[in-house]
Antibody
Framework: EVQLVQSGAEVKKPGESLKISCKCS????????IGWVRQMPGKGLEWMAG????????RYSPSFQGQVTISADKSITTAYLQWSSLKASDTAMYYC????????????WGQGTLVTVSS | EIVLTQSPATLSLSPGERATLSCRAS??????LAWYQQKPGQAPRLLIY???NRATGIPARFSGSGSGTDFTLTISSLEPEDFAVYYC??????????FGGGTKVEIK
């Protein structure tokens, strides 16, 4: 069984940096893509970026390219999402989710990390 | 980028009724489309993949159809636990993977 466990909720000020994590356990963690999905309050789902844990190949949505950085540590099957300078508009729930094989549909999801950015 | 447009935004139905949700793609995605259900405070759950295949453990009352640019999710007879928000997602051409804006199925 695959499990994705995300780091806890964060409260930050504008301009601060942040790195959140997603620990993958179970089969195929290093042979499938893991993505980050943003959900702003009361809004829909937005795919931000993905990483292949096997070789750290990354893909970004044009909407988020340059705004966030996705990375991973293959040795501990953990993916990360980081911001260098948060804005209030980054306030959202962030989910990590794992693709199933070559089909990038998200069968497995983390529990979500709520990021609140407020002065 | 492939844009997915879902309609209607809100569907008001009673338990036992049939729900028909639509997802239209700006360009053909072949059959590379999935549907998800999301309940308040929960992560999304994969229902349907490749347009018409039910994911593991999904009840038979959920079915998907379509190809190219027009897709439908049908819930044959709504159960109380089916009232939620539903999203479509394409994997045909990425990055980026894209989601539709969602359809809320609410109790009438």
């Amino acid at each position: 069984e695959v499990q994705l466990v995300q780091s806890g909720a964060e409260v930050k000020k504008p301009g601060e940096s942040l790195k959140i994590s997603c620990k993958c356990s179970g089969y195929s963690c290093t042979t499938d893509w893991i993505g980050w999905v943003r959900q702003m309050p009361g809004k829909g789902l937005e795919w931000m970026a993905g990483i292949y844990l096997g070789d750290s190949d990354t893909r970004y949505s044009p909407s988020f390219q340059g705004q966030v950085t996705i990375s991973a540590d293959k040795s501990i099957t953990t993916a990360y999402l980081q911001w260098s300078s948060l804005k209030a508009s980054d306030t959202a729930m962030y989910y990590c989710a794992k693709c199933s094989g070559s089909n990038c549909y998200f069968e497995y999801w983390g529990q979500g990390t709520l990021v609140t950015v407020s002065s | 980028e492939i844009v997915l447009t879902q309609s209607p935004a809100t569907l008001s139905l009673s338990p036992g009724e049939r729900a028909t949700l639509s997802c239209r793609a700006s360009h053909s995605v072949s059959s590379y489309l999935a549907w998800y259900q999301q309940k308040p405070g929960q992560a999304p759950r994969l229902l349907i993949y490749d347009a018409s295949n039910r994911a593991t453990g999904i009840p038979a009352r959920f079915s998907g159809s379509g190809s190219g640019t027009d897709f439908t999710l049908t819930i044959s007879s709504l159960e109380p636990e089916d009232f939620a928000v539903y999203y479509c997602q394409q994997r045909s051409i990425w990055p980026p993977l894209t989601f539709g804006g969602g359809t809320k199925v609410e109790i009438k």
